[in-house]
């Protein structure tokens, strides 16, 4: 870690910089946190699924000084995309800065398994190390305040562009601690970890609390059934995490009857709803008698709520636990910002040292989110139960929860408007069984256009992250609009799941 640590110093990156890094849970990934937080710069995280349209924007967005990233994942080739943003990279002499007329602050690439034109591989960044002294790494350590920002992660908006959210150390290693205790995590647990280090989920509920407890991690570069099931038993995991859907395949995997389960604890649940059938099965078949489920956002940090490894299990079934230490939580009216008392739907906002610090850049929004005095609104409807325990009822806002992803129907709308064929659009959620929500684009065409699912399909997939896609398509002639011809998304949900394919996806029930 002071081996890297040295090297980006050495490649300019000062304190305050941002330093992004674009990767599956590999070593490069850990390395390049400890290092670059440990120097007082900021780790940008990077989607793995990102394609060309949302990288450039984020990197841009972020005013991203060095780039560390592998050669690609699953259907997104990160070469190609680098290239085709700085085509300066193919005449760059190595070892010089970058000036990229796309990405005017992007100054050094870093590849982690090939060799290609004007980019660092991992082995020359280290060497880098050699023009800096670790002392250097010592003194910018001791400059760091716990309210700096140590990291930016980006969620899609309502706007339809994704925001930066500034998260702090103080923010991170206090949430990931109290994570941990909520676990009871100790030196004797071993933790796999399958969840996306890009993600809170990963950085911040399975590393940072791991850290914080003397855990040991077995990091597994992507999510994968029957890697997972093997890991499981060779390493004698006793902890671990995943969206529902995780779980789910895990649970109908071949392999899964010659898993050895017996050291087996605890882990998290969370991402999506949890359906309350997989929670029970999770406990009685895979031996984790003490899983809990945690709720909360990236811009909390991720965690408000969650419960305990002492709470019953009907508890830990039927809802995302009590606030965790620090943090305050309540449920207001939606309208008049007034709290509401025990067993009242209202809008879940939360106060305390886990809020962000604000989304990078954009103050307007910073102050949509979070009200004058600290409260962040989460725009999730919820309910207090009499002993303090919440419950999730619902989505103010229009946000998707497909497999654990947060997508937002605005920014994919946003760029089917652009298919030369579309009139208009409107994205939903779906019912799904396998993922929680599904995606549903209903497309008005221009007058006399004729177009197929599939060609909608294949525009959306071709410029962006493949979860972004939407499943299903629909042609409509209009959508139902109130007297002040506001589009009802609700309508829209509420006809799609009256179809035949969605009644019983729909009837799921989750905490």
């Excluded at 509401?340 to 910073?366: H, Q, S, W």
Aim: some cysteine.
């Amino acid at each position: 870690v002071d081996t890297f640590a040295r090297a980006l110093i050495s490649m300019g990156v000062k304190q305050g910089d941002h330093v992004a890094i674009w990767a599956t849970n590999v070593p490069q990934w850990y390395i390049t946190f400890w290092a670059t937080v440990k120097i007082g710069a900021v780790l940008v995280t990077v989607n793995t699924a990102y394609k060309i349209h949302e990288l450039e924007y984020l990197l841009r967005q972020s005013d991203t000084h060095t780039l560390v990233m592998t050669d690609g994942y699953k259907d997104s080739d990160y070469v190609a995309i680098i290239n085709e943003i700085c085509p300066e990279l193919k005449s760059l002499e190595k070892g010089k800065p970058l000036h990229a007329r796309r990405l005017p602050f992007l100054r050094n690439v870093i590849t982690c398994e090939s060799d290609r034109p004007g980019c660092y591989t991992w082995e020359e960044a280290l060497a880098q190390a050699e023009r800096t002294p670790v002392e250097a790494v010592y003194r910018r350590a001791a400059m760091i305040n716990k309210h700096d920002v140590c990291n930016m992660q980006y969620t899609s908006g309502t706007t339809g562009f994704p925001k930066g959210v500034m998260l702090t150390h103080y923010n991170v290693v206090n949430n990931g601690k109290a994570i941990g205790d909520c676990m009871d995590l100790s030196t004797a647990d071993r933790m796999m970890i399958q969840v996306p280090m890009f993600h809170c989920f990963g950085m911040v509920l399975a590393m940072t609390a791991s850290m914080t407890h003397g855990v040991t991690m077995s990091p597994i570069p992507a999510f994968s059934p029957k890697k997972g099931l093997a890991c499981i038993t060779k390493e004698k995991i006793t902890a671990f995490h995943g969206v529902p859907t995780m779980f789910i395949a895990m649970l109908g995997h071949e392999d899964f009857d010659k898993t050895d389960f017996s050291h087996m604890r605890t882990g998290i649940m969370a991402g999506s709803p949890c359906p309350i059938k997989v929670m029970e099965e999770v406990i009685s078949k895979m031996h984790m008698d003490e899983i809990c489920i945690t709720y909360g956002q990236t811009e909390a940090s991720p965690a408000t709520t969650m419960s305990k490894t002492t709470d019953s299990i009907e508890t830990r079934v039927n809802t995302v636990g009590s606030a965790i230490f620090g943090v305050e939580c309540k449920i207001v009216d939606p309208e008049t910002y007034e709290e509401l008392p025990d067993n009242v739907d209202g809008e879940f906002v939360a106060r305390g040292y886990n809020i962000m610090k604000g989304y990078y850049k954009m103050p307007e929004a910073t102050a949509a989110a979070i009200d004058k005095d600290g409260w962040l609104h989460t725009g999730d409807l919820a309910r207090r139960l009499p002993d303090g325990n919440y419950k999730i009822t619902g989505r103010i806002k229009d946000m998707i929860i497909r497999g654990g992803e947060n997508i937002y129907p605005k920014e994919i709308e946003d760029f089917i408007y652009t298919h030369p064929k579309v009139s208009d659009v409107q994205v939903i959620g779906v019912p799904s069984k396998q993922y929680g929500e599904e995606i549903m684009a209903c497309v008005i065409l221009k007058p006399g256009e004729e177009c197929t699912a599939e060609e909608i399909k294949e525009y959306v997939m071709t410029h962006m992250a493949k979860h972004k896609t939407p499943r299903y398509v629909t042609f409509v002639d209009s959508f139902p609009m109130n007297a002040a011809g506001k589009i009802l998304k609700y309508k829209m949900r509420e006809e799609a799941e009256k179809l035949p394919e969605f009644i019983e996806a729909s009837k799921i029930e989750t905490a």
